[in-house]
């Protein structure tokens, strides 16, 4: 039985992950802040991908997919700085199911600020 983990060198690119919080200015007033949680070494593919949509009957046909060592820590609605742009976490799977790799699927969040 052959184990789907990520191929040898693929976790080369560094990511940020963080969540948006609301915290109170100077006036009392909510303001939404970005808040950094860590920073991951991860795989990246393209979610519109062929092989990715066939794989995963669509539904990830709309940002890109992050492949991360395992955390217990990351939830949708999370983002992932790639490259000076923002990603917000949509779905949280399993890589590999033995708690070894995460797999995010992410919407682009073109437009937000970071």
Do not use: C
Not at 9 to 26: F, P, S
Not at 60 to 84: E, K, S
């Amino acid at each position: 039985m052959q184990v789907k983990i990520p191929p040898p060198g693929q976790l080369r690119n560094l990511v940020e992950i963080g969540r948006t919080v609301n915290a109170a200015n100077e006036n009392g007033y909510p303001v939404e802040t970005d808040e950094l949680l860590y920073q991951a070494w991860a795989a990246v593919e393209d979610g519109s991908s062929r092989y990715l949509i066939a794989g995963d009957a669509g539904t990830a046909a709309r940002g890109l997919i992050f492949i991360i060592r395992w955390r217990a820590d990351v939830r949708p609605g999370m983002w992932v700085r790639f490259r000076d742009e923002k990603h917000r976490i949509e779905q949280v799977e399993e890589y590999d199911f033995k708690r070894r790799y995460l797999k995010l699927i992410t919407e682009s969040s073109k437009g937000v600020g970071g």
